[in-house]
C-alpha cells in the first residue's frame, strides 16, 4: 500500500470517526458562545460606561463637556480592544493553539517591532498627551497644519478631523506639532461698514450705535453689545467704519453676517448712502461744445 493511499485512509477513519465530529462540533459551539459573549460583554460594559458619564456630568463638580466626550469614546473604544483580544486568545486555546508560547512569541515579536515602528510609538505617546492635557476634544473646532475642521474622534493613534464642505482627515497623532482651537475661548465677529464720503459720519456712528445696543436681545450668542471703534480707513470712495462683537465660542461668522445685513437696513432706513461704484458717460460732441468756448475765448484774448 503506497503513502497516500495510507494517508487517505487516516482521513477517512477521523471523518467517520463519532468523536472528531463530536469535538468538532463542541469546538463549534464554544467558539459562538465565545464570541457572543464577547460581544454582550462589550455592548454592557459601554452601557455602563454611558451612565457613568452621565451620572458624573450631574455631579456638583463641573466637568469639560468637551473632555467627558473624549474620554467616554476612548474608554468604549479600549474595552473593545480588550474584549475582543481575550475572545480570541479563547478561540485559539479551543483550536488547540499553545497560547503561552504565542504570549510569549508575541512578547519578543512585540519588542522587535517597537524598535521598528518607533513612529507608532510616537503617536501613541502623543495622543496619550493630547488626551491628558486636554488639548483638544471631540467636537472642538480646530486648524491643525493645513486642515481646519471639526474633530470627530481622537484616539491613541491617528485624530479625524471633519471639514464643513464634509471632507474627513486622519492625521497621525505623531504629526500634530501646533493646534489653534476655536472652541474654548469666545469669539471675535469683525464687520467693516462703508459709507460714502458726503454722508455724515458722527450722524453715521450715531444710527449705528443706537442699532447695535439692541443687538444683544436679537441674537442669543452675542455675548456683550458689539462696539463701534470709528474710521479704520479711508479709501478711494468710500469710508471704512469697524464694529467688532464678542460671540460665543464658533459664532462669530454667523454674527457678523447677521451684523451686516442689520447695519445695510438701519442704513437704508435713515438715508445713509453706501457707496457704490459710478460711471459717467458723455459723448464726444458735448465734449466739443464745452471745449469751443474755452478756444474762442482764448483766441479773442490774444
Known amino acids: 500500500m503506497s503513502t497516500i493511499e495510507r494517508m487517505v485512509e487516516k482521513i477517512w477513519a477521523k471523518l467517520i470517526n463519532e468523536e472528531t465530529w463530536l ?3 463542541e469546538g463549534t459551539v464554544k467558539i459562538i458562545l465565545t464570541l457572543i459573549v464577547a460581544a454582550f460583554v462589550i455592548k454592557i460594559a459601554k452601557a455602563a460606561v454611558r451612565n457613568f458619564f452621565h451620572l458624573r456630568s450631574k455631579a456638583p463638580l463641573v466637568f469639560s463637556e468637551r473632555r467627558e466626550n473624549t474620554l467616554l469614546k476612548l474608554t468604549e473604544n479600549v474595552i ?23 504570549i510569549a512569541g508575541a512578547g519578543v515579536v512585540g519588542l522587535a517591532v517597537g524598535f521598528g515602528a518607533q513612529n507608532l510609538v510616537r503617536d501613541i505617546i502623543t495622543g496619550f498627551f493630547i488626551i491628558f492635557e486636554d488639548q483638544f476634544s471631540v467636537g ?48 471675535v465677529a469683525v464687520v467693516d461698514v462703508s459709507i460714502a464720503y458726503e454722508e455724515n459720519i458722527d450722524e453715521a456712528e450715531k444710527v449705528i ?16 453689545p458689539p462696539k463701534l471703534l470709528g474710521v479704520q480707513n479711508l479709501v478711494a470712495s468710500d469710508v471704512i467704519l469697524r464694529i ?23 442704513l437704508d432706513e435713515n438715508g445713509i448712502e453706501i457707496p457704490f461704484p459710478r460711471l459717467v458717460m458723455y459723448s464726444r460732441g458735448e465734449q466739443e461744445e464745452a471745449v469751443a468756448p474755452k478756444k474762442y475765448e482764448r ?4
Request: glycine content about 6%; charged content about 20%.
Open 23 to 25: 469535538a468538532l462540533g
Open 80 to 102: 473593545s480592544y480588550v474584549v475582543y483580544f481575550i475572545a480570541l486568545m479563547n478561540v485559539l486555546a479551543i483550536l488547540t493553539f499553545d497560547i503561552k508560547g504565542l
Open 140 to 187: 472642538d473646532f480646530v486648524r491643525i497644519g493645513n486642515f481646519e475642521g471639526t474633530v470627530e474622534e481622537i484616539g491613541l493613534r491617528t485624530t479625524k478631523i471633519k471639514e464643513w464642505t464634509g471632507q474627513l482627515h486622519i492625521l497621525p497623532n505623531g504629526s500634530i506639532n501646533e493646534v489653534t482651537n476655536f472652541s474654548i475661548h469666545n469669539s
Open 209 to 224: 450705535n443706537n442699532l447695535l445696543e439692541t443687538m444683544p436681545d436679537k441674537y442669543e450668542e452675542i455675548v456683550a
Open 244 to 266: 467688532i462683537a464678542e460671540t460665543t465660542p464658533m459664532n462669530h461668522w454667523f454674527i457678523a453676517r447677521m451684523l451686516r445685513k442689520e447695519v445695510k437696513l438701519c
Open 299 to 302: 483766441a479773442k484774448r490774444s
